[in-house]
């Protein structure tokens, strides 16, 4: 089982449309969790940081469920700019050590 | 701009020879990385360093070593090159103060004939 697993996708989306992505991690002592954005043949960039309470980055919200080693982010009123690969990103056992899932791509048309 | 550079951004090069990848950052981090980046593997961790000259293997450090001289350098040496080691190279650097955040340098595309 991987450590980190991820929907390949692609997601097909319209223009406007709320799109979630989902993650299971397998490791329960990993401590921080990031979802990052990778355009296509670019190198990956932090969209945003989960934390236990869940938070909110203007059309982006990203959840943590702890007991069920779950993570999601949602996008509301897709953008063709959102059109990219998500990755869910966990720490291992050291903080400074992270776990990249495969990547959702996403895809929003016009 | 995470302050990160990479040299070469595309290389081809013969099975058998060797390669040297550099990643530089302005920034005086004490954590970098590398990764490979392959389809159907997503990013995996190569080597690490920790600080001048302490460096530790990740995933998939087998065929490749590092070193790191300067705080700002680190480099990473492919001793001779196999068509497997054909892959994307990013580097990326922890910023600290207590994240563990990455940032990414822009890749080095690597091709092995």
């Known amino acids: 089982r991987k450590e980190v697993e991820q929907d390949p996708g692609p997601f097909n989306v319209p223009e406007g449309a709320t799109v979630a992505f989902n993650c299971t991690y397998s490791n329960s002592a990993s401590q921080s969790f990031f979802w990052y954005r990778q355009d296509c043949r670019k190198e990956p960039k932090l969209l945003m940081s989960v934390y236990s309470s869940g938070n909110e980055d203007g059309r982006f919200t990203a959840q943590l469920n702890r007991a069920s080693q779950y993570i999601s982010l949602l996008i509301r009123d897709s953008k063709l700019s959102d059109s990219a690969t998500y990755l869910c990103?966990?720490?291992?056992?050291?903080?400074?050590?992270?776990?990249f899932g495969g990547g959702t791509r996403l895809m929003v048309k016009p | 701009d995470a302050g990160i550079t990479q040299s070469p951004r595309h290389k081809v090069t013969e099975t058998g020879t060797p390669v040297t990848l550099r990643c530089h950052q302005t920034e005086n981090h004490r954590y970098m990385y590398w990764y490979r980046q392959d389809p159907g593997h997503g990013l995996r961790l190569i080597h690490y360093s920790y600080g001048v000259k302490d460096t530790d293997k990740g995933e998939v450090s087998d065929g490749y070593s590092v070193s790191r001289s300067k705080t700002e350098d680190f480099l990473l040496t492919l001793e001779s090159a196999t068509s497997s080691q054909t892959s994307v190279y990013f580097c990326a650097i922890n910023r600290g103060s207590n994240s563990y955040e990455q940032y990414f340098g822009p890749g080095t595309r690597l091709t092995v004939t």
């Open positions: 990103v966990v720490t291992g056992n050291a903080g400074n050590m992270l776990t």
